[in-house]
């Protein structure tokens, strides 16, 4: 049996697809499950079993949890901290290579906060000129930083916008278009859209959700963040994908189930807690008391959909509040 390909190259690589109709297939996988995490190979490419964490001695799920109720996806770096912001620990992993990428993600609690999903870099790799691809205000933006240049960031708007916080979002990107490099489309909500933001001189590798570990970004003044929220499925492909063959990877989700602030899970005393509930004094202190003595009895309240404290009698506003973390 005789099979007709095509074979071509285009920056720097070399690839050959067999000509008429094919199904897309992936170079990288990252599924981002909890059966991932607990066999610490959260960052391990399914395909080729490469640790992109390029260190054996570094644990997998440092800054990763699972979420509870939800087997196929994990949260990273972590959901919100005590100043509502961003967590600025970045995963430091090593480049992935190709020119396509999809993944699903939930953003979480900081839609005014630029978090980055994925940095394509140029000729000479980590301190080479940059395009960072971040989601701010549930909008897809892009920062461009020239070589050797961190203080002329330049910001793009490419109005197109994902789910909001408490709804999934699956999404693709293309990052060429015939010679040129960077964004060259955005696939989200079943629509392929070209942006062709491409100011990149050569492509060489891209990064995941953070910039490297020794790296920081900001945009006058204000810090680009690692991701932070809900992954799953994040797939790198050879070559840019069709809006049907984006659709083929990313239609088959239901982006409305599963929706709601995801809680991580992680024990303590024996016990299961959802992280970040808040924790307040039930009862009046005593007159000079400020309220943080050893006395105070507390409750745990657990989130309600309808703003409510969880009971059938409101409590009083509560007098002192601290929140949890992992």
Not at 59 to 80: E, M, S, V, W
Not at 213 to 242: H, R, T
Not at 266 to 276: Q, R, S, V, Y
Request: charge should be negative; charged fraction near 20%.
């Amino acid at each position: 049996m005789s099979v007709f390909v095509k074979v071509y190259a285009h920056q720097g690589w070399r690839y050959y697809l067999p000509l008429g109709a094919v199904k897309p297939e992936p170079i990288t996988v990252l599924p981002f499950t909890a059966a991932e995490y607990d066999n610490n190979r959260v960052w391990t490419d399914k395909l080729s079993g490469r640790n992109l964490l390029a260190y054996d001695d570094i644990d997998q799920t440092d800054g990763i949890y699972k979420i509870i109720g939800n087997p196929n996806a994990l949260l990273l770096n972590g959901y919100r901290n005590d100043s509502d912001l961003p967590l600025e620990d970045t995963a430091s992993a090593s480049g992935l290579f190709g020119n396509a990428l999809t993944m699903r993600i939930k953003p979480g609690q900081f839609p005014d906060s630029s978090m980055l999903l994925c940095v394509l870099y140029g000729k000479g790799g980590s301190n080479s000129e940059k395009l960072m691809v971040a989601v701010e205000d549930y909008q897809i933006v892009t920062y461009y930083m020239a070589l050797d240049d961190e203080d002329n960031v330049k910001k793009t708007e490419t109005g197109i916008y994902i789910n909001d916080s408490d709804q999934w979002t699956s999404i693709g990107f293309n990052f060429c278009s015939n010679t040129d490099a960077g964004l060259a489309g955005v696939y989200v909500n079943g629509e392929y859209e070209r942006v062709d933001i491409l100011p990149l001189q050569q492509s060489n590798h891209f990064w995941i959700f953070s910039l490297t570990g020794e790296e920081n970004a900001w945009y006058e003044d204000a810090p680009i963040y690692p991701f932070n929220g809900a992954v799953c499925d994040v797939q790198v492909f050879k070559s840019p994908l069709s809006s049907e063959e984006f659709s083929v990877i990313l239609d088959k989700y239901d982006d409305s189930e599963d929706t709601g602030a995801p809680f991580t899970e992680f024990e303590t005393g024996g016990e299961l807690l959802k992280m970040f509930i808040n924790v307040v004094s039930s009862e009046k202190p005593p007159s000079g008391d400020n309220g943080t003595g050893d006395d105070d009895i507390v409750v745990i309240l657990p989130p309600n959909p309808d703003g409510g404290s969880g009971t059938d009698t409101p409590l009083r506003p509560p007098l002192n509040s601290v929140t949890l973390s992992a």
